[in-house]
Every structure is written in structure tokens, then in C-alpha cells.
């Protein structure tokens, strides 16, 4: 178990208080909804990305093969250089 100790605004830390939530069991509920929050923030962000990765078009696997075989050329040509 970790001591934290926080500085808050009189007002703030008053009506928190009156609301208890400044009670270690509910401040540490509270953190944790905060953070899965966060986490499901963060998935849903990455899976905006996949989802425009997703909208490329369609590569037949004549075409998957030049695509390694052009990357494959290149890196051989960067560590020639």
C-alpha cells in the first residue's frame, strides 16, 4: 500500500470530503474507473487506426511478393551504402 498525499482547492477538497469521496476505498475506485476508462480510450483509438489501415485496398499475393521483394532490395542498398 502506497501514502499519497494531494493538494486540492479548499472548495474542491470540502465538497469531496462531504461527498466521501475522499475516502481511500472509494479515491482508489474512482482512480481505477478513471483508468479503465483511459484503457478503453486508448483501444478504441487504436482500433480507429486499424480500422483505416484496414480500408487499404485489397493486394493479390503476385503483388504482396514484389512489395518484399522491392523492400527486401531496399534494405539490401541501405546497408550497402
Not at 503476385?62 to 539490401?76: D, P, Q, S, T, W
Amino acid at each position: 500500500m502506497r501514502t499519497i498525499q494531494i493538494t486540492l482547492p479548499d472548495e474542491l477538497a470540502e465538497e469531496a470530503e462531504r461527498a466521501g469521496l475522499l475516502a481511500p476505498d472509494v479515491f482508489a475506485k474512482l482512480l481505477e474507473e478513471k483508468l479503465q476508462k483511459r484503457s478503453l480510450a486508448d483501444l478504441l483509438a487504436a482500433a480507429e487506426r486499424i480500422s483505416a489501415v484496414n480500408d487499404l485496398p485489397y493486394m493479390s499475393p503476385e503483388e504482396v511478393a514484389e512489395e518484399i521483394k522491392l523492400m527486401r532490395a531496399e534494405k539490401r542498398s541501405l546497408k550497402s551504402a
